[in-house]
């Protein structure tokens, strides 16, 4: 049996498989539409979620099995304060394969602890967003083609938001990325991410809080929301919610085949004039969540088609 709690529990061969077999899926679909059948999946959110949620339970829905869950911690028994190792063990025989997204970094990794279920980390804290970039990656991967040579800008609350620190532990990986980090100075990445694994694996990047000074220059513009939940006081969220608005006037200076991503959800950081630039693919993005939480739901139940 086996969690995932990082993108990095993944080898990047394993990485590549997924990936192979969310091409599969895509090509195919019918084809995976029995195999789950007669498993379950549970999705426990103690937090928000639109997509990943609803993407982890259409993925299982795809492949015949079905879901159970709880989409917030009030409608949980965590709210008359049952711990998560407790909630696990639990749905460990309710369930075949759960999917937890927490506000408290570490908490997926804790009922993994506790678990007889494969648990994915659907989102920790500030921490990471396995899944998301698995999506991320195949995003790349079908629209861009590879994943070495490229220079990656991140844009956005670079602290806070778990997509970025996912994605960037995700990319060192390959050969010649180049990381372009532009957030406000108090949004730029936490310090273990700088040293322990850019500055660690010797990985070009440059820090800046101007986007149309770089923006010329990139294969790549991850945009990110600022993270309001994660914020001490709703006075710095308010001067840096808007530091940066991505609209038509800064696409016409990025390069012609410059492709833009965002996690979603969208606030204020994508101007929606944007949306309509071949070049804008985070509602595909989204769209391709549903196939690789298939390939890993599959993979994590060990089930085979091919
Ligand atoms: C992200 C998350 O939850 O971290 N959303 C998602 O899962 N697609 C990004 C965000 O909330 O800003």
């Excluded at 909630?87 to 993994?112: F, N, Q, W």
């Amino acid at each position: 049996m086996r969690h995932i709690m990082d993108a990095l529990d993944l080898s990047p061969e394993e990485l590549d498989d997924l990936i192979c077999l969310a091409k599969r899926i895509i090509d195919n679909p019918e084809k995976y539409s029995e195999c789950c059948k007669g498993k379950k999946l549970a999705t426990c959110f103690y937090e928000p979620s639109t997509r990943t949620r609803l993407s982890f339970e259409a993925a299982m829905l795809n492949l015949g099995g079905s879901v159970l869950g709880f989409s917030s911690a009030d409608s949980s028994s965590a709210a008359k304060g049952e711990s998560v190792s407790d909630t696990i063990r639990v749905i460990s025989s309710y369930a075949d394969i759960c999917a937890m997204r927490h506000p408290k970094e570490g908490a997926p990794l804790v009922a993994s602890m506790h678990s007889r279920i494969p648990v994915i980390n659907a989102g920790d804290g500030g921490h990471n967003h396995p899944t998301q970039t698995l999506t991320d990656l195949l995003t790349i991967n079908i629209l861009k083609g590879r994943f070495d040579n490229l220079k990656i800008g991140f844009c956005g609350d670079l602290k806070f938001g778990r997509t970025v620190h996912s994605l960037i532990n995700a990319m060192v990986r390959y050969e010649n990325v180049e990381f372009v980090l532009i957030s406000p100075p108090e949004l730029r990445i936490p310090d273990y991410l700088r040293k322990g694994t850019l500055d660690a694996n010797n990985i070009k990047y440059t820090e800046v809080s101007d986007l149309d000074s770089v923006i010329g220059d990139m294969d790549l513009l991850y945009m990110t929301r600022v993270q309001r939940e994660r914020f001490f006081n709703e006075e710095d969220y308010i001067r840096l919610k808007d530091s940066f608005i991505l609209d038509a006037a800064k696409m016409a200076l990025a390069r012609e085949d410059m492709l833009v991503l965002h996690p979603l959800p969208r606030v204020n950081e994508i101007s929606t004039e944007v949306d309509e630039d071949p070049r804008a693919v985070y509602f595909k993005q989204a769209q391709y969540g549903v196939y690789i939480r298939m390939a890993l739901i599959m993979t994590l139940l060990g089930i085979k088609v091919d």
